[in-house]
């Protein structure tokens, strides 16, 4: 007994090692989503003033330019001087007016817009009319590369996000252009932006500390569970100990006793069967002892679902958009803690509990699931094909549900964007066993993942999906409490087929159903 219990001291360590790497992985996993999300929108803004500068200098360019008042500041282009007639005019009033070609236009109004807003435009060329707008390295690059194909550049140095795209040839271009050899549709140069990250990392720094400070309550709540519920099956298997060791003080006694006191063996046998009814209640008492677990966890992941909810409801108008962000996200992250402890409570009564097998028409199965999921079905336009002579099997009714709305979820999660899901279901079968398939048109599984997606919270890096990943668990440890075989066949951007047995001797009749639903 000693022994067993250093070694559950052993077991604390490593589930709160195991529970801490598994926080870890999903905090540093939404750390790389917003991280990414912070380069997108960055990305996004750069985007948004080009377009604006280009929509500027497109505008200038079907004019032909524009007439301007001589300034300081605007003085007639030197590098037009030859190129265009009329570069400077004199209205009848005797005001001196210069045209501004769309080039000098839109680095004039970069200027002033830097000016205002700390965000800095450019326009360039490997082929210069204006020395003032020579390139940058990078921008050099950058243009070296639109020559070659690109279509746009992105990088970020010291800080600043660098977003370039090339610009074209146009008809009116050749006004200006048209000297230096360029025709329509050449890649004439390239128009840059540049932009401070800094406001994106302070918003990025405050996604990290919410995220640090919801994930840290959550292992808190994991390790204190972990902590009691293994000091209470400490408690548990010194009890089973002790009536183990009278077990076995019985039957010393008994082989002693066989040959001299058959009398006396009837009586120790009367002991033994109460002795074995204790063992049945203590194992009876530790699943109560697994389901009193579940429940000690989700009472605070309950309570903080509730207070969050709490929180919005009453306090929704005097929270800013970070505060009510960071609400969403611990009432979202709870949320998922909470179905993950469902999942594993599930798969821990596989094979544990014993389930009544009844007759079951499979179709009725499938028709149930799509009823709730319907509304999912419809919003994606996604079509569930079933074979007309399914056979109908002796099985437990909630396993088989779990097992076909499992496999179906599973498809669904993982179907292609550009092409609406379709789902057929089937039956072969050889001397001993019927083989059914669930086969999609979806993503596809590459080969080195067709074994891994079988295991708990395993799940592929191709799509963000939601869920806990042990649904495929619970579907593997189903089909081995009834003595089946599961495995998967697929190609990447193919869809997969999921396939497992069931032994004949269950089998009890054909079902005459044939479904599609779509």
Known sequence: MGNKQINLKNYTLIFISAWTIFVAIVLSTHFKSIKDATTKMATNEARTHISRD??????????GGVYVPVTKRTEPNIYLEGLVDERDIETPAGKKLTLMNPAYMVRQMSEYYSELYGIGGHITSLKLLNPDNAPTPWEREA?????????EALEIIDDKLHFMIPLLTRESCLKCHGNQGYKVGDVR???SVEISLAPYYAIERAEYKTHIISYSILWFLGAIGIFFGLK?????????DSAYAELNLYKTGLEQLVDERTKALKNANNSLEETIKEVELANTELKRFTDMVSHDLKNPITSILGMSELLMDRYDDKLDEMGKNFL??????????????????????IGSVNVKTEEIEI??????IRLENQKQ????????????NIPKVRYSKIRLYQLFSNLIKNAIKFSRDDLPLKIEIGVNSNEEEFIFYIKDNGIGISPENREKIFEMFSRLKVKEVDGT????????KIIAENKGRLWVESEVNRGATFFFTVLKKQHVGISHSRGIIS
């Not at 969403?328 to 469902?342: F, G």
């Open 189 to 191: 140069g390239g128009i």
């Open 328 to 349: 969403h996200r611990i009432s979202a992250n709870t949320a998922l803690m909470n179905e993950l402890i469902d999942d594993l409570l599930e798969l821990s009564r």
């Open 143 to 151: 243009l070296m590369r639109f020559e070659n194909g690109d279509s």
């Open 54 to 63: 280009q929509a500027f200098r497109y505008w200038g360019a079907s004019h």
């Open 363 to 368: 179709s009725d199965i499938i028709i149930q």
């Open 232 to 240: 209470r099956l400490n408690l548990n298997i010194w009890e089973r």
């Open 469 to 476: 990943g042990v649904g495929l668990a619970i579907v593997k």
């Open 377 to 388: 079905i419809a919003d994606e336009n996604i079509t569930i094909v079933f074979d007309e």
